[in-house]
C-alpha cells in the first residue's frame, strides 16, 4: 500500500495543511501523521496544562479548601484557559481547514477567476502556500510568547495566582501555570492572529487579480458572496477567547463585588477590536468590489439611459426606432427590467458582510458573555418579561 499523502490540485489551498505548528507537533508525535488529529491533540493539551495543577492542588488542600484564601477552583480564568479555550483553539484548525478551503475553491469555481487569471491566481496560492509553511513566522510567534512570559514580572502577590503561594512563594503549580500552560495559551492565541493575518493578505493579493465580477450578482457583492463564511471559520476562536474573557470577569463579580456596568467599556472594546480583526480579510476585497460598482452604475446608466430614450421616442414621441436591437433584446426586457437591473447595480455592497457574517462573529462572543450577565440580571425574569412585552 502506497503511505505517501495524495499530492493535493495546485489550486487547491487551505490554512493548516503543512504550517510548521504541524510540522512541529508530528515530530513531537503529538500529531498524526496523516491528518490534524484535532481531537487528540486538544485533549493532550487539556490535561498537560490543567491536570498537573489540579493533582498539585489537590495534594496541598488548595482545591477545594478556601481556608488559605481562594482555592483553584474558584479561579475560573486558569480552568477555562486549559479546559476550554486550549481546546477550542486547536479544535478550530479543522472548521477553519474546511471553510477557508472552500472559500478560496470558489474564487475559481464561481467563475470569478477567468481562464485567463488562472495562472496568476496560482502564483497567488504558491506564495501564500510558501509563507504559510515558512518557520519564520512561527519562530516569531512563540519568541513573542516566551518574551511575554519570561518579561512579565513574578509577582508573588498576583491575585490569579494567590491558590498557588507556599510559604511566601509559588509552589510547583505556580510554575508550571506560568511557564507551561500559559506560554501554550499563548503560543495558540498568537497562531490564530498570525493565521488571521495571512487570509488577509491572501486576500489582498487575490483582489489585485482582474476578477470577473459580475455587477447584476444577486448576493450583491459582485458573485464574491461566497467569502462572507469566513467568520464561521473562525468561530470557535472567538467562543475561546471571549469564554476566557467571560471567565475572568465572572471571577471579579463572584469574589470581589465587580459591577456589570463596570465591565460595560472593556466589553464594548473588545467587540469593536475582535469584530474589525476578523473583517479585515474582507475588508481586502472592498476596494475591487467598490471599483467594478463605480463602473458598472456608469455603463449600466448609460445603457439604461439610451434604452429609455429609444422607449421613448417610440411611444411618446412617436418616432421611427432605427435601433430595434436594443429594445427586443431579451435579456434587457421591458423599462421596468431594466430599472430593476440598475437597482440591482445600485445596492451593491462594498464589503461582502451580511446578517450571517455578523451573526457568526457576534454570537461567539456574547455566548459566554451571558454568564456574566445572568450573574447580576436574571436570564429567566428577563426573557418572560420581554416575552410579556411582546405578546
Known amino acids: 500500500m502506497n503511505s505517501k499523502r495524495p499530492t493535493p490540485a495546485a489550486d487547491d489551498f487551505d490554512l493548516l495543511r503543512n504550517d510548521a505548528l504541524i510540522r512541529w507537533q508530528r515530530m513531537l508525535r503529538i500529531a498524526p501523521q496523516e491528518g490534524l488529529g484535532v481531537v487528540r491533540r486538544a485533549l493532550f493539551f ?98 513573542l510568547a516566551m518574551a511575554w512570559t519570561l518579561g512579565s514580572p513574578v509577582d508573588t502577590d498576583v491575585h490569579e495566582m494567590s491558590w498557588a503561594m507556599t510559604d511566601g512563594s509559588f509552589g510547583f503549580a505556580g510554575w508550571w501555570f506560568l511557564y507551561v500552560a500559559r506560554p501554550v495559551f499563548l503560543v495558540l492565541l498568537l497562531s490564530w492572529l498570525w493565521r ?61 463585588e465587580q459591577t456589570l456596568a463596570a465591565l460595560k467599556l472593556p466589553f464594548a472594546g473588545f467587540v469593536v477590536l475582535w469584530s474589525a480583526l476578523l473583517l479585515a480579510p474582507l475588508l481586502m476585497l472592498a476596494p475591487r468590489i467598490s471599483a467594478m460598482k463605480r463602473q458598472a452604475l456608469l455603463q449600466y446608466g448609460a445603457l439604461i439611459g439610451e434604452h429609455g430614450r429609444l422607449v421613448h421616442q417610440r411611444w411618446i414621441l ?35 458582510v ?22 447580576q440580571i436574571p436570564i429567566r425574569d428577563l426573557l418572560l418579561q420581554l416575552l410579556k412585552t411582546v405578546v
Not at 82 to 106: D, K, N, S, T, Y
Open 46 to 143: 487539556a490535561l498537560v496544562t490543567w491536570l498537573p495543577l489540579a493533582v498539585w492542588a489537590a495534594m496541598k488542600h488548595r482545591l477545594l479548601d478556601a481556608e488559605s484564601g481562594e482555592p483553584l477552583l474558584a479561579h475560573f480564568g486558569i480552568h477555562v484557559r486549559c479546559l476550554v479555550a486550549i481546546p477550542l483553539f486547536i479544535l478550530a484548525e479543522a472548521m477553519a481547514h474546511q471553510v477557508i478551503r472552500r472559500i478560496v475553491g470558489q474564487f475559481r469555481a464561481s467563475g470569478a477567476v477567468t481562464d485567463e487569471q488562472y495562472p496568476a491566481f496560482l502564483v497567488v496560492l504558491k506564495d501564500m502556500a510558501r509563507l504559510r509553511d515558512s518557520s519564520i513566522p512561527w519562530i516569531l510567534v512563540i519568541s
Open 196 to 256: 488571521i493575518v495571512l487570509v488577509a493578505m491572501l486576500f489582498h493579493r487575490l483582489s489585485k487579480l482582474e476578477l470577473s465580477l459580475v455587477p447584476t450578482h444577486p448576493d450583491r457583492c459582485g458573485g464574491l458572496g461566497f467569502v462572507k463564511k469566513l467568520p464561521s471559520a473562525l468561530f470557535l476562536v472567538t467562543l475561546a477567547v471571549s469564554a476566557v474573557l467571560a471567565s475572568r470577569w465572572m471571577h471579579d463579580m463572584v469574589y470581589h
Open 318 to 352: 412617436g418616432k421611427p426606432v432605427s435601433q430595434n436591437e436594443l429594445l427586443d433584446a431579451p435579456e434587457l426586457g421591458p423599462v421596468a427590467d431594466t430599472a430593476a437591473i440598475y437597482e440591482a447595480v445600485k445596492k451593491t455592497s462594498p464589503l461582502p
Open 354 to 375: 451580511d446578517k450571517t457574517t455578523v451573526l457568526m462573529i457576534l454570537l461567539p462572543i456574547f455566548l459566554p458573555m451571558l454568564f456574566v450577565i445572568a450573574r
